[in-house]
């Protein structure tokens, strides 16, 4: 299946795909090896999303697609979608992007920002794959959870033939379960803990008996989407935000690791006022990130994390 939708929206395929929210977007070749961030050599950037092969490629007011499916399955709409239906869901071209740009620019380091990386929108992703990412993302860069999801999916997912490449689909609760003690084998060797492993089967459990239902948490509120995030164990606060913004549509959760704290301290330390424990205070940052930025804090988040990054502010002591 191959065709073209209106970039309505001008969404930015590269800063959207390299801005740490996702982990398969970049290339792939005739083995299954991934190489993350990166462009295939047509130009087209390569993903597997909601267990379907997709390339794309962004030129002249278009992106151009590439996949094996004509329709995909989106489970916390409880709807399948024609692929540019489910395009337009996944990369938000349904969104008015300018309108929440707008809305967020409240000084001059998040214009700045914006205007650097402007295309920049937060996906749709799919909410147990993320969970799942996430839950393997302390401690490792994009680039590792990247090679690590991969490993998983080579060894414990189907892989589909596509265009000359093959593409390891991130495994099912079914896989996981089936080939759990592969999972759990040392010689699996994904370099994080046994802890880690059974939290995650834990979650593969849940989610297939339905005693988590993630996909009904995305039309909730954001602090009941958080409240349920938080009991399931190996899940803390910032994978919880990180699940609801990337996911769950909760575009007011701001993820805060040690970056986006030195962000803050750096830009907005004045507003933030006196408060015992201050930049540590994951509660009293986040929500200062809601008031300064309103609903749309999530994206904030992201552009000012892309611009540190970039190394146009400085942000070390």
Request: hydrophobic letters at 35%.
């Amino acid at each position: 299946m191959k065709g073209r939708i209106p970039n309505t929206a001008g969404v930015n395929l590269e800063y959207t795909f390299t801005s740490g929210q996702c982990f398969r977007w970049g290339k792939f070749d005739e083995s299954g090896k991934f190489e993350f961030g990166t462009p295939s050599e047509d130009g087209y950037w390569e993903g597997i999303v909601y267990g379907v092969p997709i390339r794309l490629l962004s030129h002249d007011r278009y992106i151009y697609y590439r996949s094996p499916a004509d329709r995909v399955f989106v489970p916390q709409l409880g709807e399948t979608l024609r692929i540019e239906e489910f395009l337009k869901f996944y990369l938000r071209l349904d969104t008015n992007l300018s309108g929440i740009y707008e809305q967020i620019s409240r000084d001059r380091y998040i214009e700045e920002a914006i205007q650097k990386f402007h295309g920049l929108t937060i996906l749709r992703q799919e909410p147990y794959e993320t969970i799942i990412s996430y839950m393997i993302s302390p401690q490792n860069s994009v680039e590792k959870i990247a090679q690590k999801l991969n490993e998983i999916s080579l060894r414990m997912g189907k892989v589909v033939d596509f265009d000359g490449k093959r593409f390891p689909i991130f495994p099912t609760p079914d896989d996981f379960i089936s080939k759990q003690e592969q999972f759990l084998n040392p010689t699996l060797k994904l370099r994080f803990g046994i802890n880690q492993k059974k939290n995650i089967l834990k979650v593969v459990e849940m989610v297939k008996s339905a005693n988590l239902n993630i996909y009904k948490l995305f039309a909730r509120p954001y602090r009941e989407v958080i409240e349920t995030l938080l009991q399931i164990k190996g899940v803390g606060r910032k994978i919880a935000d990180c699940v609801a913004l990337f996911s769950l549509e909760k575009l007011e959760a701001v993820p805060l690791d040690v970056h986006i704290k030195r962000v803050t301290r750096f830009l907005y330390g004045d507003l933030l006022g006196a408060k015992p424990h201050g930049i540590n205070d994951y509660d009293f940052v986040g929500n200062f990130w809601r008031s300064y930025f309103g609903k749309y804090a999530g994206f904030a988040q992201e552009f000012l994390y892309m611009y540190s990054r970039s190394g146009m502010i400085r942000t070390k002591e």
